[in-house]
């Protein structure tokens, strides 16, 4: 029988783990999942308050998508997407079109976030092409976070993390996230370079990995529709906040106006499959629309458009819609807000936000807010010892839940906030 301990010892010998110094870490071996929780093979659990990377949206093992995407393996698991379609492709497209803004038309299917960024990019910039236009800038917020993959990561904050590939990033200007304060200025910047900018990519109403980073819709909205007018297009990376992270379904659901591009992943499949989408406008479709070849959009993966990852995006789409998730979405929200009221005056808390089924706090402690920030492994060992799956942005606790939880976790998760704002404070 294998134990945590040698499961540990193989995991060293052969595996290296994304973000992480291999030397100062330990992986956690964990060989089941289910609703909120995570067993390791001790059997001890961990109440998964990230949703696994802020996939999760129904909980581990969920047993209706996995009788979905059981179905799907026996029936046509994978076929080629170029001169060929299938059936879950072509529903998933119909139900998710009907959930987008009205703007939204085609759905381009890829395999993750960050492609789900570079189709967008690369949509952007091909579009720009073939109307003969030279338009080398992308704009972007600072703080932002869109990938991994060399265009998303050029878009994306610039820092220790891309530092070693900063030569080889292409051009982006990057602005404030938008508050009514701050949106006169940025007009003025973007006056400045309009003819030179192909798109606007951003994160709507949440800077997720920039430290669950909030702004208002009030000033989204007035910076799309500023853009729109200038023949910027507007590329929305709802690939964390889509499928109601933020309280509505989509974040596009609390804006005046609508994008030109959306890119969709994480909680997508409910967090069982990789899977990434990219939908757009007839305004960008039709630009490659053509008797021309050459005019084609030239993207595409192995598994684009797998038929056992839309078989599971669409069982997580109908277990998204009931009654019973609505109602958990909004109990999370409100108790939420709740806790809001209740640590926003804690000593040790310099902010507490949240955005729908968002909650982040910030300790005041000023030593590095960043990634390498020394309170990180302090905070998340406090919570790890206590049975709780939270992995701290530097000084921010956050909770992405899965729509699963109960009151009764969710409270449990508060108080060892509260007793880690107690404690660890110096
Ligand atoms: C996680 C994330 C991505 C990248 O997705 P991956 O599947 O990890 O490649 C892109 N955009 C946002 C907003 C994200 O949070």
Redesign the pocket.
Known sequence: METQQSWIARDRRVNWHPYTQMKTTTHIPIVRGQGSYLFDANGDAYLDVVSS??VTLHGHAHPYIAQKVSEQLTTLEQVIFAGFTHPPAIELAERLLDLLPANQERIFYSD??????EVALKMCMQYAYQHGQKKSKVLAFRNG?????FG?MSVSARGAWTAPFQDRLFETLFIEAPTLKNLAATFELIDKHAADIACLLY?PLIQ??GGMLMHEAEPLSRLMQYCRQKSILLVQ?E???GFSRTGTTFAADQLQAEPDIM?F??GLTGGTM?L?ITSCTALIYDAFYDDDKSRAFFHGHSFTASPIACAAALASLDLLLTAETQAQIAMICAQHAAFVKRVERHRNVRAVRQCGTILAVEWAIDRSTSYFSDLQPILHAFFLARGILIRPLGNIVYLVPPYCITVAELESVYAAIVKALDEIYS
């Open positions: 990377w802020w993750n976030g960050s492609t789900a960024v976070y869109h990938g991994d993959t998303a994160e997720g990995a990376d690939v964390f906040v890119c992943s994480k990789p990434g």
